[in-house]
């Protein structure tokens, strides 16, 4: 380990490359003006009970680990360029949204790989969704679902999982792709997989 933390047991304004970072309580809380080439970031607290501090910083040609489980969080301010990523992110934002921006560094998605990720309900704003690699079945992605909305209003749901797509279709245009992990939502909306599965057949939605 080459890096130093702060007071707050922080890195700040360093370089570093090959590197492992532990963000958790105990090994690392924050990465903030910093930069991560070809290292591996392990997020390894909970989301829910201590947020990810990643703040203006770029992560490139790297592994990004979710040790823990990632859960409603959101990573506007974390620049990730051709990451391979891992483990479960629920809930999380990737991308940028205006105020995010600041200078020249500002929150992205480009050229990295999710395939072995699982994405639970995550969006991606202001993406160029190309350049991504998104998980396959039991994931459904939607691409600028906005456009989608009546094909939606106009399609036939099993249990409580239209409502859910009405959501997804009323967002910004901003927000460029959203995924869906059908085991997971097939259960808050009282449907069988293979229920969801036959209606986003209907919509095109599984390749």
């Avoid at 702060?6 to 370089?15: F, N, P, S, V």
Wanted: charged share 25%; hydrophobic share 40%; proline share 3%.
């Amino acid at each position: 380990m080459t890096y130093q933390l702060d007071e707050t047991g922080e890195i700040r304004g360093q370089h570093l490359l090959g590197e492992t970072v532990i963000l958790s309580e105990k090994d690392c809380r924050g990465l903030r003006d910093s930069t991560l080439t070809s290292g591996t970031l392990k997020l390894a607290q909970r989301s829910t009970k201590w947020p990810i501090i990643i703040v203006r910083c770029t992560v490139k040609d790297s592994e990004v680990i979710a040790v823990k489980d990632q859960k409603s969080d959101r990573l506007f301010q974390a620049r990730f360029i051709n990451c391979r990523f891992h483990g479960l992110f629920s809930g999380v934002d990737f991308g940028s949204t205006d105020r995010s921006q600041l200078g020249e560094d500002f929150g992205g998605a480009e050229g990295c790989d999710f395939t072995d990720a699982t994405l639970d309900g995550c969006r991606f704003f202001n993406v160029d969704a190309s350049t991504l690699r998104f998980p396959a079945w039991p994931h459904v992605v939607l691409h600028d679902f906005a456009k989608r909305a009546q094909d939606v209003a106009v399609a036939s749901w099993p249990g409580k999982l239209g409502q859910y797509m009405r959501v997804c279709a009323d967002q910004p245009e901003s927000m460029k792709v959203s995924v869906i992990h059908v085991p997971s939502i097939a259960k808050l909306v009282a449907c069988t997989e293979e229920q969801a599965r036959e209606a986003f057949e209907k919509i095109g939605l599984v390749r």
